[in-house]
Structure formats: C-alpha cells, structure tokens
C-alpha cells in the first residue's frame, strides 16, 4: 500500500509570507496512464475538507492564484506565496493514482504566528 | 448547487451497529461514483470505501473490511454505510464525498458523528 508522508505537522506562518508544505509517497505516483494524480485539501477550522488542486498542480474552481502546487514522482510541494488568516487550517495531499483506494497524508497544520 | 447531507451517527456501545445515511442533491446522483472517508478526533483523513454508481464495484479500507457495508439507492439519491462490530477506534466524524475518479473527490458533506464508547 502507498503510505503518504508530509511536512512539517506544524507551520507557524507571518501574514503575507510564504508556506510551503512537503508530501512524500511510498512509491512513485506516475500513473500507467502517463499523468500523475497527486491532490491537495484544505481543512479549515470547523470545516468539511475542500479540494484546493488536482494532478499536481491544477487550481480547482475558486481556489486563489496564492495557492501553487509541483513536483514529480514521490516528491510534491504544496506553496502559498503569501499567507493569509482564511488560510489557517490543515493541509492533506491525497494520491489517486491507486484510485480507487484514495490514501490521505498526515495532515500539515498552517497557523499565524 | 451539490449537497451532500449525512445522517445517523451517534453513540453506541463497542460491538454495536449504526447505519449511515448521506442525501445527495445538486447534481446527477447515478453517474457518479462515491465514497466514504472518515476523520477521528483531532486527527486526519481516513478513506474508508467505495462505491461505483452501479453498485457493481466496491472497495474497502483493510481497517473496516468485513465489518463495513457500503450500498446506494440511486432511484432516492442516498448512499448508505452500515457499520457493525464497532470498536473504540473506529469514533471518527463520517463524511460521505463524491467521487472524481483518479483527482480524488471534489463535494464533501459535513460530516456524522460515530461515537463507540461503553
């Protein structure tokens, strides 16, 4: 089973500085299909999860400029360039790659500093 | 709009029973696959199944496998989770989520409380 490990668990951030967060998978999340299937949530404070980008580095409806996701392979990053307060909350990378067995990482956890 | 509405949680005693219930509206209910995806106190996110629009295939997190059943009722939009043989450790909020194939799930509903305690 692909076990997905972010980081760091915890992310005190400054307004209007950047974050990013680290997901490493167990195992490379190349599809047979060529694409990559590697996805971003975030969890704010009392809320249902909501989807934030998709493959890797697709923005999802709605889903501010602020918010970029990359990589490749077993290594993704998932980056605010500038942090603000309806950005608290706890980020999960999800690999569908192995859909659909869906597995979640640990959880990053941003807060203001 | 997409609703996803759960319903059924509660508290039950370990080795008890509680059937799970999710009303979904706002889109096409039989063409999508679904999922249910639980999250303990304080904790993260746990997919827990999986359910093809037809019913024809399902899937289970090894966590629940033989003690979870996953069913929908496409002709009343409702996707359920029965759960038995329940244990401390499966107390989560239980959130069923619509299914988008390999880019995960997009709509969530807001979650039932399952708690499994004497």
């Known amino acids: 089973d692909v076990v997905m490990t972010q980081s760091p668990l915890s992310l005190p951030v400054t307004l209007g500085q950047p974050a990013s967060i680290s997901c490493r998978s167990s195992q490379s999340l190349v599809h047979s299909d060529g694409n990559t299937y590697l996805n971003w949530f975030q969890q704010r404070p009392g809320q249902s999860p909501r989807r934030l980008i998709y493959?890797?580095?697709n923005r999802d409806s709605g889903v501010p400029d602020r918010f970029s996701g990359s990589g490749s392979g077993t290594d993704f990053t998932l980056k605010i360039s500038r942090v603000e307060a309806e950005d608290v909350g706890v980020y999960y990378c999800?690999?569908?790659?192995?859909?659909?067995?869906?597995?979640f990482g640990g959880g990053t956890k941003v807060e203001i500093k | 709009e997409v609703q996803l509405v759960e319903s059924g949680g509660g508290l039950v005693q370990p080795g008890g029973s509680l059937r799970l219930s999710c009303a979904a509206s706002?889109?096409?209910?039989?063409?999508?696959?679904m999922n249910w995806v639980r999250q303990a106190p304080g904790k993260g996110l746990e997919w827990v199944s999986f359910i093809s629009s037809s019913s024809n295939t399902i899937y289970y997190a090894d966590s629940v496998k033989g003690r979870f059943t996953i069913s929908r009722d496409n002709a009343k939009n409702s996707l359920f989770l029965q759960v038995n043989s329940l244990r401390a450790e499966d107390t989560a909020v239980y959130y069923c989520?619509?299914?988008?194939?390999?880019?995960?799930?997009?709509?969530w509903g807001q979650g039932t409380l399952v708690t499994v305690s004497s």
């Open positions: 999800m690999q569908g790659t192995h859909w659909p067995l869906l597995t």
């Open positions: 706002g889109f096409t209910f039989s063409s999508y696959s």
């Open positions: 989520a619509r299914d988008t194939g390999t880019t995960g799930v997009d709509y």
């Open positions: 493959k890797v580095s």
